[in-house]
Every structure is written in structure tokens, then in C-alpha cells.
């Protein structure tokens, strides 16, 4: 048998395999190392994109409670106006319970809260505005026939049409990279969206883009729930300065609005040139409480910025008007329209007491410092007729919920009036106006108490909320004699008959005519 050679020995083959071992052992750790940075490159590349924390950590948990949540403007509106109402509303220990009750009531608390509205909406608008993504605007070509610039916007992908006069064109382009585009944007909807964009050049001059759709904007109706105005007088030495004047409270919570209140349809449009004054009385010093009066004036007032387009600062609404308030609102009605040039259009509004002059027949609005049995301290219905007819505008539409009989919504008389029921004039319309009165002769605007407002004012609410604003005078008038008359016989037992008077040159054509 033969015996293996034995090669230890021989110096060359020793060498050999010393080498072949070293070159395995290179070969071998470099695919060591080669292998190894494969594979922390795979895991640096995979662990960024793809690793997902199915359990947040506390870190991240922390981060994510921090900041702040964003919602729609119904929202951010309320939660920056209530404490801010709440906080001004509140007695200062230094301030006298008369200063107090002249500072604070549901008229000044109305202003107030429209002053902190409009800072909500500038508030918010900028938070906004910094999450809208940035334009990146091409310019395009010019139109000189139309004076016109074409730009792209090739984030939404939309081309936008800028006016710019011919001799202004070429440096336009000529300085197109150096200008700043500044966008606009106004509360719609809830959300903030684009009004229009300011092309400022260099040399200061601005051209503008807008956006016909926005360039009105809609607030939205916000269920306040402020802390109610009250204070307990017992307790304090101050006199009360205000006579038999109860100050009201208002809650504005969602279970205590009328369908026609909590649902206001929002149209868009401009209404720029109708004007309205509305007066609601309901707390009155010497004579009974007129229900839901409030509640009438101030929800036909949204209805007129909301669902008829007035700008806020077209619409002067007055809760509890003395005879001064009512006097000065009317010489405001005169003043637009001789500013206007009789492209104006008056909607004057009334809900509250009226009473009668037993000798002249004839009829006063009541302020809420009026004496019922004392016509001097009234305002006389055809003096503010004759007023209104007199004013050099393009219409004037009035709305009456009040009866000049003597009772009250309740049907009740009014303490200082006699036990019956009186038929009085109530005027004749002159000039462009139109009439909506919400009973005849001797009868009484009764209330809803379902819904909380005045018959009258209900029906003629629901008819604006139906069609959004968009029908005629003879279709509103119609509606609400008809659901009037239906209703107060049923709920009251009683007649209540609206009625559409017109000023003899309005004719037929007022039937026609739109409040938008």
C-alpha cells in the first residue's frame, strides 16, 4: 500500500500553501467589508422612508398635543370673540352700577362683538393664508385690443386675466421678475379663498387680479353662547338711570334659534347700493314688553347681509330706539340718499309698538321712552312716510310688524290705551315706496311663539330663506298674507291680516321688483 508523500517538508510547497492561505484570507475579508456596506446602505436606505412607530413615543405624543389645531373660521371666530365678549362684559370694581348699564347692554355688546368679528377674520385669514400653496405665475402674452395680460399660474394650473393699459404694458413685462405679487383673501364659506392678487411694481404702482367670485365675502352664522348680562342691583346703592328699562339678555345657542334663524342662506352677492335701518323695541321703560322683537330685528338683519348682499356698514340696526335713535337712523336715510343721486335703495324695517291718535285717527311709532297715551312722544307714521317718499331714491321698502290699535302682540290692550281696539289711518306711501304692513285696521300683530318672532316677520323670514332673497315684492307679499292669515286664525283664533300698500307712481310695476 502506498503511503501519502509528505510535503511538510519541502520549503517550497510550505511557502505555497503560507501564500494561498493569506490570499483566501484577503479574498475572504474583503467580501467580509464588501457585504457589510451593502448592508448598512440598505438599512440607511430603507429605515428613512419605510420604518413606521405603530406606538408614538412620548416625545412625539407631546409635539403633536402642541400644536395648535386649525379649524374652520365658524370655529376660531368663536372661541376668539366669547372670552374677549365675556371679559368686557364683566363690572370693573371701579365702575358704578349706572356706568356699568350704559356700557354694557345688548346694543353696545352687538357692537363689540362685530369689532372682535372683524379681528377673528383678520386673525384668521393670516393663519391661513401662510398653508395656501405659493403661485408660480408665467406671464403670457398682451392683448392690446383689450388691454389685457394672460398669466399662467401653473400650481392650479388656471389662467388669470390682469388689466393693464397699453402704456403701461411694456414696463410691466419689463419688470415682471422684479415685482411683488401679493395674494388676497377673505373668509367664505368658512374658508378662506382667493379675493384677488396685487401686482406691485418697483416704482409703486399696483394692478390688481380678482377673483369675481370672492369679491364679496359671507360671514358665517356663529352660535355664540356669551355669559348673559346680568347684575344684582338689590345689592348695590346705585340708582338705576334708565327708568323702567329692563337691559336683556341674549343667548344665542343653537336650541333656542327658529329654523328661519339658525339657517340663514349665505348668496354671495353685492348689494352696494341698498341701505337699511331696523328697529326693533322690545323692552320698553313705561309700556309692556313687545315678544321676540329682538329676535326679529336681529335676524332680519342677517338675512339682509347674508342672503341680500348688504355690506355690514349699509345695514344700521337699533334694539330699544328712543325717539332720538329713530330720528337720527332717518336723517342717515336722507343723507345716502342725496349722496347716492337716487341709485339708492331704503328697506326700513319696524318691529314694536304703535299707537293711535283716538282724535286725528291717525298712527305713531312708540319708542321705548314713549308714553303710550302720549302721541307727542311718538313718531308719526305719516311724517315718516312723507320722509321716506320724499327721498331721491330708486326704491323704498317698508316693513311694518306692528298694529296701531292699541293692543299689544299679545292681544291684549296696552295699559295706557283704552279696552277696545282702534281703526286708524296708517298712511299713505309716497314717492317709490312700497309698503308691507302686518295687520289692518283694528287688528293685532300677534306673535309666533313657536318661533319666537312676530308673525308677520316669521312669514316674511321663511319666504327669504325658501328662494335665497331672489323673489318679487308681489310674490313676498303674497305669501304673507296668505300663511298669516292661515296661521293666527288657527293659533290665535284671531284675523290678522297683512296687507302691500304702493305709492300711486309705483303702480303695478312694484309687484315685480326684487330686494336684490
Known sequence: MNKPKNFSNNPILKDLTS???????????????????VFAQKTETVSKPFVINTIP???????????PIVHDFSFF????????????????????TAEWQVRVNDSTRRVMIDKFAKEAEKAFIAEEAKKMPDFNLSLGQYDADNETYLLSDNTSKRELLVAVPRTQARNFRNTWTEMTKSPQYVVENNNIVLAGIDFILPSGEVFKYSESASLHHSVAQIEYNFA?????????????????????????????????AANVPQTGIKN??????????????????????????????NYCIQTLGLPANNVHYTADATLNDIRGEINWLRQIA?????????????????????????????????????????????????????????????FMDACFSGSQRSGSMMASARG?????????????????????????????REKQHGMFTYFLLKKLQETKGDVTLGELGSYIETNVRRQSVVANRKPQTPSVSAAPAMEDRWKGMRLK
Open 228 to 260: 348673559p348680562i346680568e347684575i344684582d342691583v338689590a345689592s348695590t346703592t346705585q340708582p338705576v338711570q334708565r327708568g323702567e328699562q329692563i337691559i336683556g339678555t341674549v343667548t344665542m345657542q343653537a336650541g333656542n334659534l327658529s329654523d328661519v
Open 77 to 96: 371666530a368663536k372661541n376668539y370673540v366669547e372670552p374677549k365678549i365675556n371679559e368686557w362684559q364683566a363690572k370693573d370694581e371701579f365702575e358704578t
Open 338 to 398: 342725496d349722496a347716492f343721486s337716487g341709485e339708492a335703495n331704503i328697506i326700513f324695517y319696524y318691529a314694536g309698538h304703535g299707537i293711535p291718535d283716538e282724535s286725528a285717527r291717525t298712527s305713531y311709532l312708540l319708542p321705548v321712552d314713549g308714553f303710550g297715551s302720549d302721541v307727542t312722544t311718538g313718531y308719526k307714521l305719516d311724517d315718516l312716510y312723507e320722509t321716506l317718499g320724499r327721498l331721491p331714491a330708486h326704491s323704498v321698502t317698508v
Open 19 to 37: 501564500t494561498a492561505t493569506r490570499l483566501r484570507g484577503i479574498i475572504l475579508l474583503s467580501i467580509l467589508l464588501t457585504s457589510g456596506n
Open 420 to 448: 277696545v281696539a282702534i281703526t286708524v289711518e296708517q298712511g299713505v306711501p309716497k314717492g317709490n315706496m312700497i309698503v308691507f304692513s302686518a295687520a289692518q285696521g283694528d287688528e293685532t300683530a300677534f306673535p309666533y
Open 272 to 301: 352696494d347700493n341698498t341701505f337699511a335701518v331696523i328697529i326693533a323695541n322690545e323692552n320698553y321703560r313705561r309700556e309692556s314688553k313687545v315678544e321676540f322683537a329682538i329676535n326679529d330685528g336681529e335676524t332680519f338683519r
Open 57 to 67: 413615543q412620548k416625545t412625539e405624543v407631546a409635539e403633536a398635543v402642541s400644536k
